[in-house]
């Protein structure tokens, strides 16, 4: 069918309110009276061809936009734009008779035209398998759709109207565009955002990576911001910083609407949090829009409101963007750094927050410090730090301080009650250990734990990381290097995997969908060249995502070959909050004293050596303070604790075993465990 056929089948005057709402009669009365340019212009969007315009398409667009009226021509757009999908027109009076009687769940006798058994009714939509029709219904209306590719082609129209509206650059027409490219029209509202290439337009691609976890659009969005910046000659991150919207906030971090003597307050508090209210001249002051203001302050606090929605997406995506930065160890200029955060509203008050470390030219480090509304730059003695313009700054990882001044720095965190954005000071740190500097090119830490299947998924919620089918990866551009994880699934057990090696990659290797030899391959990155901070926020964020919702291992899965049920039974028997339950049992027969704090999810153990907290879930160890995994690799056979049930549960056993070695801790011989731990 080619597009004249199928515009003369679609009934528009059926569907013009659904299109264009309040400018729907303005629109009629024109275009009632001009039907040859309605036509034209339809089905010159309709032929519309790839996923950006032409140059012969832009080209006849300039000279048919000259018939229309340019007060109508915007909400016609929008219009267009707005409406993904047009229909054949009104289902006919069987047709609807059916469909209404089949969406109140009646019987429908067949008749000669239709068996109606073949009809099934789904929320708004209707099909008709055996005749391979369809039906959406608007209102208390239903329509009826095109077969095939039919529907593919009307929405066409959508997609060169949002080309078209490149001539609108106005906040009503961005936000239309942000709420089409959420609805999976994405090219072509991309190809008009990237065709304005402005401050807004990029600040605004930015915030729809927060508003939405659609891979595609991600990956669509990094490469339009990549042109954008191409086109500027400056990179990425430049491009980023620059575009970071202030909404009207002063310097405090406060913006006002004065409503006569009153005055409706936007703000971001200490710890981050946005806040709205109303100041009255009285002295009172309202965290919500009071009844007796209602008449009044009503619109102020709408557009308050609005702005609020507006900052907190901001303040997502910028404790995001640094977040990144510090796993990725990027460097500011001091020039860079003042234009990027001394004086910006939302940006300075995230940094702040954020212990920077400051260094050379050629990577000398200098001292760890922190930024105060003063301007000054202190130490965690409160000492002044002087930065010059040769110095470039990096937020701080803790896996590269001294634990000297980690700890310290913690302390500071905590005595002067900051909240920063995101873990920096009390972030969970993985060291290389003994195993893997044995293994040398990968990792066994966190191999063969019993995993659902659909759980790998849950690393795409990180920035960076993708999954498919058996195997997770991140790259890592400015290091030229891919790390990989990779699970197998246990046909046996339906519903389950096992996760396996840790492995890393130069990113111009080939894409490894399956797990080779690794200790074979000469391609595969030595771990001891991994960067620490890249290999610890790795190991951090398969531990997080993915083993935190560990069943159970491997070994114990091979060894008893119990059937699934009988394993998630056993695996079930005892979760975080019960095995809580029953080390607070034992813990007084164990007669450990004051020695174990059992606290939610996880056990606080007070060595001789340092403080230990142990996830009752998963068996994972992080030493105190730092937050430092520790590596300890438990024997199946020895020789099993006492349990006060007979089922087989070898992982409280682990755990429980686990707590009692680390409660005494002096008396640990084993060197791969001491080389972990800090020296008495």
């Known amino acids: ?147 095939g590719k039919g529907t593919t082609r009307t929405r066409k129209i959508a997609q060169a109207a949002c080309w078209a509206l490149v001539d609108f650059p106005d906040p009503q027409v961005r936000d239309l565009l942000m709420d089409i490219m959420r609805a999976k029209l994405r090219k072509p509202a991309l190809w008009t955002m990237a065709q304005w290439s402005d401050d807004n337009a990029v600040a605004r691609l930015l915030q729809l990576t927060r508003l939405t976890r659609q891979q595609k659009l991600h990956l669509d969005i990094a490469e339009t911001l990549r042109i954008i910046a191409d086109q500027q000659n400056i990179s990425v991150e430049q491009l980023k910083d620059r575009v970071i919207l202030h909404h009207e906030l002063n310097a405090q971090g406060v913006r006002t609407w004065p409503v006569g003597a009153d005055t409706v307050r936007l703000s971001i508090s200490a710890s981050g949090r946005v806040q709205r209210g109303i100041k009255c001249a009285s002295g009172k002051s309202y965290r919500s829009l009071p009844p007796e203001l209602d008449a009044t302050h009503k619109t102020a606090w709408q557009a308050a409101t609005y702005e609020a929605r507006a900052l907190a997406i901001t303040l997502s995506t910028q404790k995001n963007r640094l977040e990144n930065a510090m796993r990725e160890q990027r460097n500011w200029s001091w020039e860079a750094w003042q234009s990027t955060f001394a004086q910006h509203p939302v940006s300075g008050h995230l940094a702040r927050r954020l212990v920077w470390a400051i260094s050379t030219a050629d990577g000398t480090h200098l001292a760890y410090a922190t930024y105060n509304v003063q301007g000054s730059w202190l130490t965690a003695e409160g000492a002044e730090v002087q930065v010059a313009n040769e110095h470039c700054l990096h937020i701080a990882h803790p896996i590269e301080m001294q634990p000297e001044d980690h700890s310290r720095w913690q302390r500071y965190i905590v005595q002067h009650k900051i909240s920063q954005p995101f873990k920096q000071m009390f ?64 046909y046996r057990h339906t519903y389950t995997a096992t996760t396996g090696q840790i492995a890393f990659y130069p990113i111009q290797h080939s894409m490894l969908w399956t797990r080779p030899r690794l200790d074979l391959d000469t391609a595969c990155l030595p771990l001891h060249d991994v960067p620490p901070h890249i290999f610890s926020e790795v190991m951090r964020d398969i531990d997080q995502c993915v083993i935190s919702a560990s069943q159970g291992t491997d070994q114990h899965w091979e060894v008893e070959d119990q059937p699934l049920q009988q394993h998630r039974s056993d695996a079930q028997n005892q979760p975080p909050h019960q095995r809580e339950q029953l080390l607070r049992e034992l813990i007084p027969l164990l007669e450990l004293g004051e020695t174990i704090q059992i606290a939610g999810r996880c056990a606080y153990i007070s060595g001789s050596r340092c403080l230990y907290k142990v996830d009752l879930s998963n068996g994972t160890i992080y030493t105190e303070p730092g937050g430092r995994y520790l590596c300890i690799v438990p024997r199946y056979n020895t020789q099993k604790l006492y349990l006060p049930f007979e089922e087989n549960d070898p992982k409280t056993s682990e755990i429980l075993s686990k707590i009692l070695l680390l409660s005494h801790d002096e008396t640990i011989t084993d060197t791969t465990i001491l080389r972990q731990l800090p020296k008495v």
């Open 1 to 147: 069918m080619d597009a004249q056929a199928q515009l003369r089948m679609i009934d528009i005057w059926s569907q013009w309110d659904l299109a264009f709402g309040e400018h729907a009669d303005e629109l009629r009365h024109y275009f009632t009276a001009h039907l040859d340019t309605l036509h034209t212009l339809m089905l010159h969007m309709l032929s519309s061809r790839g996923r950006r315009p032409t140059k012969k398409w832009l080209r006849e667009w300039q000279e048919l936009k000259q018939t229309i009226p340019t007060p109508l021509l915007r909400p016609l757009l929008m219009g267009l734009a707005a409406k993904r999908e047009w229909y054949i027109g009104p289902a006919n009076p069987d047709d609807a008779r059916v469909l209404q009687a089949l969406e109140r769940g009646e019987h429908v006798a067949p008749s000669i035209k239709h068996s109606h058994s073949s009809i099934t009714v789904y929320s708004s939509n209707a099909y008709d398998y055996l005749g391979s029709r369809g039906w959406h219904k608007h209102g208390d209306i239903w329509y009826e759709r095109f077969s």
């Open 427 to 490: 972030r969970e740190s993985y060291l290389l250990t003994p195993a893997e500097e044995e293994t040398r090119t990968y990792s066994n830490r966190f191999a063969s734990h019993i995993i659902s299947q659909s759980q790998p998924n849950a690393l795409n919620r990180v920035q960076g990381w993708r999954s498919s089918y058996r195997v997770c990866w991140c790259d890592f551009p400015q290091y030229n290097m891919r790390a990989y994880f990779w699970c197998n699934y246990n």
